[in-house]
């Protein structure tokens, strides 16, 4: 398996327009999660995803920020509007609970937002 | 309700020096505790991980930690730094179906 998936790696947007990132957990992963990661606030769960369900979005900043998972292979993080203070590196990384318990979460390379 | 905390948000070694990374934990029922790496520009790896089975384990790199449930504790540790090992580190805690956590991290700094 190639790993998590994250697109783009990068991605450089204007303020108010709408930013889509995009991931591909490891095949069989039933758990999906996004992390967003900034030097003031470290690594934040931002939602996470059990069987494609959303379980916990406490954690997404505002209604900006939506998610989604319509399949078990893919998922998106969408903002929109963007500002500046959503610049940060997003990632995603999955995991399997199985007869043995709950694997480790394997992280895709993150997304670097930057919102000009 | 979950956390980890981790003391200290800079370590700084001499190359060959013990490496200690220090994680608290707080789970209302028995945890799944993990430490990730993260080299600079790059995703998180998983280091090693503690699922109830040995409380000593040993990761990668020559790394270990200890389960201390008496501290609700999983410091990280390495007896012989080496420049390689500069990189930040993540103690992280989950339940068996729910959400993983993440301490603040760890910066680890190697001298020559």
């Known amino acids: 398996d190639a790993g998590v998936i994250q697109s783009p790696r990068h991605e450089v947007t204007e303020m108010g327009q709408e930013v889509t990132l995009r991931c591909k957990p490891i095949?069989?992963?039933?758990?999906l999660f996004w992390y967003r990661q900034t030097m003031m606030r470290g690594l934040e769960l931002l939602i996470y995803?059990?069987?494609?369900?959303?379980?916990?979005d406490s954690g997404m900043p505002e209604d900006r920020f939506s998610a989604k998972m319509p399949n078990a292979s893919f998922s998106t993080l969408k903002i929109q509007p963007s500002e500046p203070r959503d610049s940060a590196v997003y990632f995603c990384?999955?995991?399997?609970?199985?007869?043995?318990?709950?694997?480790?979460?394997?992280f895709g390379q993150g997304t670097r937002l930057t919102v000009v | 309700a979950q956390s980890v905390t981790q003391l200290g948000s800079h370590v700084s070694v001499s190359e060959g020096a013990l490496v200690l990374l220090r994680c608290n934990y707080s789970?209302?029922?028995?945890?799944?505790l993990f430490w990730y790496v993260q080299y600079p520009n790059q995703g998180l790896q998983l280091l090693l991980k503690?699922?109830?089975?040995?409380?000593l384990v040993k990761g990668i790199n020559g790394f270990e930690a200890e389960f201390k449930k008496s501290e609700t504790s999983f410091h990280l540790t390495k007896p012989s730094a080496h420049m390689s090992d500069a990189a930040e580190y993540f103690c992280?805690?989950?339940?068996?179906?729910?959400?993983?956590?993440f301490g603040t991290g760890t910066r680890l700094q190697v001298f020559p």
């Open positions: 990384a999955s995991s399997l609970l199985n007869y043995r318990g709950q694997t480790e979460a394997f």
């Open positions: 789970s209302s029922v028995p945890p799944y």
């Open positions: 503690y699922t109830s089975a040995a409380t």
């Open positions: 992280a805690v989950q339940s068996r179906t729910d959400k993983l956590i």
């Open positions: 095949s069989g992963h039933d758990y």
């Open positions: 995803f059990n069987n494609n369900v959303p379980i916990d």
